[in-house]
T-cell receptor
Framework: GENVEQHPSTLSVQEGDSAVIKCTYS??????FPWYKQELGKGPQLIID???NVGEKKDQRIAVTLNKTAKHFSLHITETQPEDSAVYFC???????????WGAGTKLIIKP | GAVVSQHPSWVICKSGTSVKIECRSL??????MFWYRQFPKQSLMLMAT?????????EQGVEKDKFLINHASLTLSTLTVTSAHPEDSSFYIC?????????FGSGTQLSVL
């Protein structure tokens, strides 16, 4: 079945620097790749997503890139701020945008 | 994005009692909603898929008689943890699909004493 691997498990960056989180997926039929941000004690919040017919998508300080050949996708956060500190999850889907296979999560720590 | 409202946000109950968690889609209709369980510092674990007007589909290893799911309308799904025990203590999260995207509720922290 589909498997999604996410790295690193923890990422600490200086405020203002960029952060990159990477995910790989196993099933080449995967066609939808969302990223979620989860703060402590809250549900995941969709921050950006990309579909397999697009290579890159950007929304202000957040961008996602997709390499279908290599079967990996990445989240890029530029000019990081303290409020970016959270756990970030990647996911992939084949059959439906609603049935997701999740990565293990990355705890992002922004150092002041 | 679409809004999913989940209540209560936290609940403490005695062992052996039942707890009901509600999940509502506020600005869209969700024919399918999902219930997840999350342990500390871990990823989300899908428990079941809730289909409006029909029986829920449970993931392997999830006891359907213990975790009762009802999806009576297009905007409401409920999860009832029956005869709760301390090992059921966890963070439960619901989600609903809207506009081809999946949106999550704020989660319910269940503590069983």
């Amino acid at each position: 079945g589909e498997n999604v691997e996410q790295h690193p498990s923890t990422l600490s960056v200086q405020e203002g620097d960029s952060a990159v989180i990477k995910c790989t997926y196993s099933d080449s039929a995967s066609n939808y790749f969302p990223w979620y941000k989860q703060e402590l004690g809250k549900g995941p919040q969709l921050i950006i997503d990309i579909r397999s017919n697009v290579g890159e998508k950007k929304d202000q300080r957040i961008a996602v890139t997709l390499n279908k050949t290599a079967k990996h996708f990445s989240l890029h956060i530029t000019e990081t701020q303290p409020e970016d500190s959270a756990v970030y999850f990647c996911a992939a889907s084949i059959r439906s945008n609603y049935q997701l296979i999740w990565g293990a999560g990355t705890k992002l720590i922004i150092k002041p | 994005g679409a809004v999913v409202s989940q209540h209560p946000s936290w609940v403490i109950c005695k062992s052996g009692t039942s707890v009901k968690i509600e999940c509502r889609s506020l600005d869209f209709q969700a024919t399918t909603m999902f219930w997840y369980r999350q342990f500390p510092k871990q990823s989300l674990m899908l428990m079941a898929t809730s289909n409006e007007g029909s029986k829920a589909t449970y993931e392997q290893g999830v006891e359907k008689d213990k975790f009762l799911i009802n999806h009576a309308s297009l905007t409401l799904s409920t999860l009832t943890v029956t005869s709760a025990h301390p090992e059921d203590s966890s963070f439960y999260i619901c989600s609903g699909g809207g506009n081809e995207k999946l949106f999550f509720g704020s989660g319910t922290q269940l503590s069983v004493l």
